[in-house]
T-cell receptor, first 111, second 111 residues
Framework: SQTIHQWPATLVQPVGSPLSLECTVE??????LYWYRQAAGRGLQLLFY??????ISSEVPQNLSASRPQDRQFILSSKKLLLSDSGFYLC??????????FGPGTRLTVT | QKEVEQNSGPLSVPEGAIASLNCTYS??????FFWYRQYSGKSPELIMS??SNGDKEDGRFTAQLNKASQYVSLLIRDSQPSDSATYLC???????????WGAGTKLIIKP
């Protein structure tokens, strides 16, 4: 069966510091992968998605970037965090019937 | 701009009653429809997928799809306090690589 991992689970970072969040998927090959952000009490905002190694589509202009160095690895990065980057970051993968399954998420607080 | 609309709630339902959650979508070309449950502080969990008009039942959950009227609903029978959560509706976008998300309906089951 497929499993999706995210780490860390929680993170507190000062404004201006860098960020690296990692997501890995097990049990499937060449999945479509997604990064979402969810602000407190709000819906899901799609940040990036990837349909293959090195292929990244950005949905929202911002100071974040994503990379997919391996088939089942998806990384979200920032060089300098802003207060507005605080939120719940979710990684997901999509099945052939368009169902998306989420990792446990990373709660980021920028102070 | 393709949209998915949900009443934000909270929707309060007595324990044992039927909870009815509704979602409307703007894109007539959408073919895949999903309901997710999200407990506070946790990631969304897929509970129902529906791809054709009519009803689909899974245990206490029934998803209903009406493409002509562009709405999809979720019925929860014999509601339990553990059903208290935010329910997210998602619909596939044209590209088939993305889902369009509603903002969610908060459901509260009163014992």
């Amino acid at each position: 069966s497929q499993t999706i991992h995210q780490w860390p689970a929680t993170l507190v970072q000062p404004v201006g510091s860098p960020l690296s969040l990692e997501c890995t998927v097990e049990g499937t090959s060449n999945p479509n992968l997604y990064w979402y952000r969810q602000a407190a009490g709000r819906g899901l905002q799609l940040l990036f998605y990837s349909v293959g190694i090195g292929q990244i589509s950005s949905e929202v202009p911002q100071n974040l970037s994503a990379s997919r160095p391996q088939d089942r690895q998806f990384i979200l990065s920032s060089k300098k965090l802003l207060l507005s980057d605080s939120g719940f970051y979710l990684c997901a993968w999509m099945t052939g019937t368009q169902q998306q399954y989420f990792g446990p998420g990373t709660r980021l607080t920028v102070t | 701009q393709k949209e998915v609309e949900q009443n934000s709630g909270p929707l309060s339902v007595p324990e044992g009653a039927i909870a009815s959650l509704n979602c409307t979508y703007s894109d007539r070309g959408s073919q895949s429809f999903f309901w997710y449950r999200q407990y506070s502080g946790k990631s969304p969990e897929l509970i129902m997928s529906i791809y054709s008009n009519g009803d689909k039942e899974d245990g206490r959950f029934t998803a209903q799809l009406n493409k002509a009227s562009q709405y999809v609903s979720l019925l929860i029978r014999d509601s339990q306090p553990s059903d208290s959560a935010t329910y997210l509706c998602a619909v596939n976008a044209d590209s088939n690589y993305q889902l369009i998300w509603g903002a969610g309906t908060k459901l509260i089951i009163k014992p």
